[in-house]
C-alpha cells in the first residue's frame, strides 16, 4: 500500500491577485541565486521571471562575480550585491533610477522577496543581511506595497 501525505496548501493573497491580472509583465524574486521559488507564476499565470541563475550560491558562496542575467539589464545585475555585508547599494552601478526605469522598461512590474529565503543563504555560508536588503529597497523605491508572512513586493515607478 502507498500512503500519501497530504497537508492544506495556503499561498499569498498577492500571488493570487497577479494570477488574476491578465496583464502580460515580469516579477523580480529576491533573494538571487536561490533557483525558482514561484515557478508556477510562471508556468500557469504567464507571468515572467527574473531568475536566470538556477542555484547559484556556489557563485555567491566563493565571491565570484554572477553570469550575466538573462535579461542582461543593469539593475537585475545590481540585486545580487543586495545585502552584501559592508557595501553600500548606493556605490553599486543599476541601483539607481535610470536601473529602476530599464527594468520597468523591460516590462518588469514588482520586486517581490521572499524573507524567508535568506535561510537558505545562511547555510551555504554567503553572508547576506536581510533588513540591509529590505532598507536598500525602501531607499530606493519606498515602502513596500505589500507584506504577509510569506513576501513583501514593492512596485517598479
Same mark, same amino acid.
Given at each position: ?22 496583464? $502580460? ?40 562575480? +554572477? +553570469? ?16 552584501? $555585508? ?28 521572499? +524573507? ?40 517598479? $515607478?
Amino acid at each position: 500500500w502507498v500512503r500519501i501525505e497530504t497537508w492544506p496548501w495556503k499561498t499569498s493573497a498577492f500571488i493570487t491577485r497577479m494570477a488574476e491580472d491578465p496583464e $502580460p509583465y515580469g516579477i523580480i524574486e529576491l533573494p538571487e541565486g536561490i533557483g525558482h521559488a514561484s515557478a508556477l507564476l510562471q508556468v500557469v499565470h504567464q507571468k515572467y521571471r527574473s531568475e536566470g541563475h538556477h542555484d547559484e550560491i556556489p557563485r555567491l558562496r566563493e565571491k565570484k562575480s +554572477p +553570469p550575466l542575467n538573462c535579461y542582461r539589464l543593469p539593475f537585475l545585475q545590481a540585486l545580487w550585491y543586495l545585502g552584501a $555585508p559592508g557595501l553600500s547599494m548606493e556605490n553599486v552601478e543599476g541601483f539607481d533610477q535610470a536601473g529602476l526605469l530599464g527594468a520597468k522598461n523591460a516590462g518588469f512590474r514588482y520586486i517581490i522577496l521572499y +524573507p524567508s529565503l535568506y535561510k537558505l543563504y545562511e547555510q551555504e555560508h554567503v553572508q547576506r543581511d536581510l533588513s540591509g536588503s529590505i532598507q536598500a529597497l525602501n531607499r530606493l523605491l519606498g515602502s513596500s506595497i505589500y507584506r504577509d508572512d510569506m513576501l513583501m513586493v514593492w512596485e517598479l $515607478p
